[in-house]
């Protein structure tokens, strides 16, 4: 596969909120609050000002996303796929190079989250990049050529559905975030909740305002 060069490398970040929520009484996490704003509007709030556009994968709830003012789309099949279908939909749905996945209940992430995803990508001849942080792989945040979308249709119709080992047989290269593993937790509980909040009281985990 042919690398674009800086010249021709463009993102669109597609924040993914497809998911069930079953954890949180099957609430629709993107929207549930956290300091008085949705999740989403966090995520929102600190990935668009490192890229070219934003985009919300989202199966229920499309009026109340587009209340964000951004492109919505819905996954390509059966939203029991997990992650993966709403990626390719991400994959097909941008005219972008490169596509930017991050979770809507991720509302810490990094403010240079693309900028280091990227770097490989257009100075080793990288294919793709996913997170790293506390030694572990945080797969859905990950940058990948938008060309990609065949190669992962394919591992979803022979009844692949995890997404580490579609990273792993794409050869992914892991960015190290070092150990603040915080930047990247999922909101999947009351309990984490409750620790968000404790985060942002506290002051270590401030989400810029929206511009």
């Known amino acids: 596969m042919t690398v674009p060069t800086p010249a021709d490398f463009s993102i669109t970040a597609c ?14 996490k993107g929207l549930v609050p956290l300091a008085g704003k949705p999740l989403i509007a966090h995520c929102i709030a600190r990935i668009a000002p490192q890229v070219g556009r934003v985009m919300i994968n989202a199966n229920r709830n499309s009026e109340s996303y587009a209340e964000f003012g951004l492109e919505i789309f819905p996954d390509s099949g059966p939203d029991s796929l997990g992650p993966l279908s709403g990626v390719l939909s991400a994959l097909r749905a941008v005219s ?29 001849g990288a294919t793709l990049s ?13 940058l990948l050529p938008a060309s990609l979308a065949g190669p992962l249709a394919c591992y979803l119709d022979v009844s692949g559905r995890r997404i580490e080992p579609w990273l792993r047989e794409q050869q992914a290269c892991e960015v190290d975030f070092g150990t603040e593993s915080f930047r990247f937790m999922n909101i999947n509980t009351p309990e984490d909740l409750a620790t968000a ?15």
């Open 15 to 28: 924040i993914l909120a497809g998911g069930r929520g079953r954890r949180l009484g099957g609430a629709d």
């Open 96 to 124: 972008t190079t490169h596509v930017l996945t991050l979770p809507c209940d991720s509302p810490f992430i990094p403010d240079d989250l693309a900028s280091r995803l990227a770097q490989p990508l257009r100075h080793s």
């Open 130 to 142: 996913v997170a790293r942080a506390d030694d572990r792989i945080q797969p859905v945040f990950a």
């Open 197 to 211: 909040q404790t985060l942002l009281e506290r002051g270590d985990a401030q989400t810029p305002p929206a511009r």
